[in-house]
């Protein structure tokens, strides 16, 4: 691991490594220098930067691509990363599908995004997980031919509730450790990881349709209800890291027990899962619906049944968007911001559930902090998590100065 490595360096080979270390950071960051721009981002001579931009070069890190754009004078050697010297790996443990994906340094997939269905919720072994999720990246690095020692770092979504620390409080909680040190313990790599909602806010503000935001709310709809905020242009998650529950506001005054152990919770009304059960309850009294033929029912029978014009299904995804509205409202009025993002399942009937939002929206706030608030669709549908893990990695190597993670 690259703390192992720095820490074993003595004296001027260390303080080169650090200076190397810098370089390959602002390269990522930036994608493309110039020398003059290094010496200004690093504050080191030209000098130092040429020796050890030629060292990089020699070592397979650094590519030269030849003069820029002149600025006056004689034109500048532009540099960037060699994409292949390492890549990133993201995962996104969703309830439903596990998603793997490999990145290179130019922040591109390399091959496809590689799909498994997910024991989350089929199993509380936390052995029988980690076992799995580790045979499927094994063989997602085979399918894609990928050298194990070329994956520097990992970024991982899950979904419910995380804390800054690695501790996982709904899946894969354990008793004398955290998820955090157990995947680390096993790909022997740093790790970073997030809530799949925080995740979505983060992909969003980094290749989607809030990344000119300064203030965006990101509301991902799928079986569960969750927030990712994007806070003056950064990524907003509380004291420990747990902000954006969106799905537990109370919104009711109907005493129906979520599974948090709470009543009245946004997630009891308006979720996915909320959703199916409305749905099977009415069909058992009879409700005709395209839906009573479905043995099984799920969030995207309802979804498709009202987008082929199902009157009771409509009914269903607009009563969820009114409640969604009502409690994006409050939102609004806590935060002000320029935007929500609307993700997740339900946007595969966004002509339904927008409309029913917004209503709710303009019955319930206050006009001047409404009229500077737009409501969009996600762009990134079913890959903003996989997306955002990159975002995750990106947020690290940008902000945290303290960290000893690097990408060298």
């Known amino acids: 691991m690259p703390t192992e490595k720095n820490t074993s360096l003595p004296g001027l080979k260390e303080k080169r490594y650090q200076q190397k270390k810098n370089i390959i950071g602002d390269l990522y960051r930036a994608g493309e220098l110039s020398k003059p721009e290094i010496c200004r981002l690093t504050n080191m001579t030209t000098p130092t930067i040429s020796k050890i931009i030629e060292e990089l070069i020699k070592e397979g890190w650094v590519i030269d691509k030849g003069p820029g754009l002149s600025i006056g004078g004689k034109r500048p050697h532009i540099f960037s990363l060699n994409p292949d010297s390492a890549y990133i790996m993201g995962v996104d443990m969703g309830r439903e599908l596990l998603k793997i994906a490999i990145f290179n340094l130019h922040r591109r997939i390399i091959g496809e995004i590689q799909i498994f269905p997910s024991l989350l919720e089929k199993t509380k072994d936390n052995n029988v997980l980690i076992n799995d999720l580790k045979l499927k990246i094994e063989k997602s690095l085979i399918d894609l031919k990928i050298p194990r020692a070329k994956i520097k770092v990992a970024g991982f979504s899950f979904p419910g509730l995380l804390d800054n620390d690695g501790n996982s409080f709904t899946y894969l909680n354990f008793k004398d450790t955290n998820i955090r040190a157990v995947l680390e313990n096993m790909l022997n790599i740093p790790i970073f990881l997030d809530n799949d909602s925080s995740i979505m806010a983060m992909a969003e503000h980094s290749f989607g349709i809030a990344k000119d935001a300064q203030h965006a709310l990101c509301v991902n709809v799928n079986e569960c209800i969750g927030l990712g905020m ?179």
């Open 230 to 408: 994007i806070l003056n242009s950064r990524p907003y998650n509380g004291y420990k890291g747990m902000a954006g529950e969106f799905g537990h506001i109370r919104i009711t005054d109907q005493e129906q027990l979520c599974y948090c152990g709470k009543t009245g919770c946004l997630e009891t009304i308006a979720s996915g899962r909320a959703i199916i059960k409305a749905a099977q309850t009415a069909i058992e009294k009879g409700k005709i619906t395209a839906l009573s033929s479905k043995e099984l029912l799920t969030f995207t029978d309802i979804i498709k049944a009202a987008n082929k014009d199902d009157i009771f299904a409509i009914e269903l995804l607009q009563k969820a968007g009114s409640k969604i509205g009502e409690a994006l409202a409050s939102l609004i009025h806590l935060f002000n911001p320029e935007l929500i993002v609307i993700g997740g399942e339900i946007t595969a009937a966004h002509n339904i559930i927008i409309p029913a939002i917004q209503q709710a929206i303009d019955k319930y706030t206050i006009t001047r902090l409404k009229n500077h608030c737009v409501i969009k669709i996600s762009p990134l549908s079913d890959h903003a998590c996989i997306l955002g893990t990159l975002s995750l990695v990106m947020e690290h190597l940008h902000y945290d100065s303290n960290s000893s993670f690097s990408l060298y």
